[in-house]
C-alpha cells in the first residue's frame, strides 16, 4: 500500500516515462547492486557457489536487474548454488518482494493510463485490476505455487494491495482531510479490527497474505496501511528528526545478513543479539545511504533542477 501511494505519487509527478524510469532505477539500483555484490561474495567465500566463471556472469547478468535468484536460475540453469558451511541458506531471504516491486514499477504506467484520461473510469479499471489480482490471490496455495513459481516474484497476486494505496493517492486531494491529523482514530480501529477478528472471529494475529487471503485478511491489510499513512500525515514536524536521511531502503536490503552470519555460527538464544542485530543493520544501512544512496539521489535532483532551468529559459523565449 505505502508503495503503490508513493510510487504513484512520483509517477503523476514525472514530466515523463524515462524521467520516471530514471528516478526508480537511481532509487533501487546502485545500492541493490552493492548490496548483491556483497551477499554473493560472502555467500561464495563460503563455499556456497559452485558454477563456471562464464555461467556464473549469465546467472549474474539477469540477477543484479530483476534481484530474483529464481529467474536468474530459471534463465541459466547452468548456475549452480552449493551448501554454504556457514549459511544455511542464501544470506537474505527478503530480495523476492523487490522483485515484486520492480513488476509494479513496469505496470504502473499501464495501470495509470486511463486515469490519465478519466480519474473515475481509471479508478474503475484499477479496482477491476485489483479484483482480478485478489482472485489469483485467493487460489494460490503451496500446489498452485509449486505450479506457478513465477507468480511468488510479480505483482500478479499483490496487485490488490498495490491498488489501494494507487487509488488513495489517485483521489488523495478529495479524501486526504481522512488521514492527516487523524492517526489515533486510525490507530485506535485498526486495533479494534485486531481484536474482534481475533477473540470473537477466530481469525490469527498473523496475516495470511499470500496463501488465499480471506476477507478478514483484505480489511486488516487496508486499515492498517491507512493508518501508517495517517501516521505519516500527522506530527509532520517529527520528519525533520533525521534530517532529510532515510534509512529505510538500506534496512531493508542489509538487516538479514547479520542475522544469517549469527544463525549460521550457531549463536542464538542471547539478549545481547537484538541490539547486535538492530546496530550491525543500522550501520550497514548508514553505510549504504551516505556512500552510495545518497550520492546518486544527488544526481536525480541535479537532473530535475536542470529540466526546470531549461523550462524557465524556454518560457522566457517565448515571452
Not at 532515510?246 to 538479514?256: A, E, I, R, V
Request: overall charge positive; aromatic content about 16%.
Amino acid at each position: 500500500m505505502i508503495s503503490g501511494f508513493l510510487i504513484s505519487d512520483s509517477y503523476l509527478r514525472s514530466t515523463s516515462l524515462a524521467s520516471f524510469a530514471w528516478k526508480r532505477a537511481l532509487r533501487i539500483y546502485p545500492a541493490l547492486i552493492a548490496n548483491l555484490l556483497v551477499l554473493e561474495l560472502v555467500f561464495g567465500a563460503t563455499g556456497g557457489i559452485s558454477t563456471t566463471a562464464w555461467a556464473y556472469a549469465k546467472y549474474l547478468s539477469a540477477y543484479l536487474p530483476s534481484a530474483s535468484n529464481y529467474f536468474a536460475q530459471w534463465v541459466f540453469p547452468d548456475a549452480v548454488y552449493a551448501k554454504s558451511w556457514l549459511f544455511q541458506g542464501y544470506p537474505s531471504g527478503v530480495l523476492w518482494t523487490l522483485t515484486v516491486e520492480l513488476s509494479f514499477y513496469a505496470a504502473l504506467p499501464f495501470v495509470l493510463s486511463l486515469a490519465a484520461v478519466s480519474k473515475r473510469a481509471g479508478s474503475l479499471f484499477i479496482l477491476a485490476l485489483m479484483a482480478g489480482s485478489y482472485s489469483i490471490a485467493r487460489v494460490t496455495d503451496d500446489a498452485f505455487s509449486q505450479a506457478h513459481p513465477a507468480l511468488n516474484e510479480l505483482v500478479t497476486p499483490y496487485f490488490w494491495i498495490f491498488g489501494i494505496g494507487v487509488l488513495i493517492r489517485l483521489w488523495w486531494e478529495h479524501i486526504s482531510r481522512w488521514f492527516e491529523e487523524r492517526a489515533l482514530f486510525w490507530l485506535a480501529g485498526y486495533v479494534f479490527l485486531i481484536v474482534v477478528s481475533v477473540a470473537f472471529l477466530g481469525e490469527p494475529i498473523k496475516l495470511e497474505y499470500k496463501m488465499a487471503p480471506n476477507i478478514f485478511t483484505l480489511v486488516r491489510v487496508a486499515v492498517m496501511g491507512a493508518t501508517v499513512i495517517s501516521l505519516a500525515y500527522t506530527a509532520k514536524s517529527c520528519a525533520t528528526v533525521l534530517h532529510g536521511n532515510d534509512l529505510s531502503y538500506g534496512l531493508y536490503l542489509w538487516h538479514m545478513l547479520g542475522v544469517s552470519v549469527f544463525i549460521g555460527l550457531g549463536i542464538k538464544g542471547h539478549w545481547w543479539l537484538y541490539p547486535a542485530c538492530y546496530g550491525i543493520g543500522f550501520f550497514f544501512a548508514a553505510a549504504s545511504w551516505f556512500l552510495i544512496e545518497k550520492p546518486t539521489l544527488a544526481l536525480k535532483r541535479r537532473r530535475i533542477h536542470r529540466s526546470n532551468l531549461a523550462v524557465r529559459r524556454d518560457g522566457v523565449a517565448q515571452a
